[in-house]
């Protein structure tokens, strides 16, 4: 059974730090894009950050030099470093994965994706 779990999130203070795990069982994360989403209270859900299969990253204007995607194929996981992390970050996140290789818009689209793990929730407070 193909499963996405997410880990990592907690409450942090602005300027902050976290670090998010996507962990993938029952397939190969190697051969598929991951993208990472976040929803806030009464919002829509929104791309934040992807990895295609091939390697290349793709991240939304609100986060950028701030928030790094990384795989480890080895450990069938992919990771979002968040840094300086503002309030208005603070959502449900979620990572996402489909078989292929995404580019662009395609890769931060909630639509290009298949499967989707549970979430793991960011508040940024003081």
């Known amino acids: 059974q193909l499963q996405l779990v997410e880990s990592g999130g907690g409450l942090v203070q602005p300027g902050g730090s976290l670090r998010l795990s996507c962990a993938a069982s029952g397939f190969i994360l190697d051969y598929y894009s991951i993208g990472w989403f976040r929803q806030a209270p009464g919002k829509e859900r929104e791309g934040v950050s992807c990895i295609n299969s091939g390697g290349t990253t793709n991240y939304v204007d609100s986060v950028k030099g701030r928030f790094t995607i990384w795989r480890d194929n080895a450990k069938n996981t992919v990771y979002l470093h968040m840094n300086s992390l503002k309030p208005e970050d603070t959502a449900v996140y979620y990572c996402?994965?489909?078989?292929?290789?995404?580019?662009?818009?395609?890769?931060?689209?909630?639509?290009?994706?298949?499967?989707w793990g549970q979430g793991t929730q960011v508040t940024v407070s003081s």
């Open positions: 996402a994965a489909s078989r292929g290789m995404y580019y662009g818009s395609d890769c931060v689209t909630a639509g290009t994706y298949y499967y």
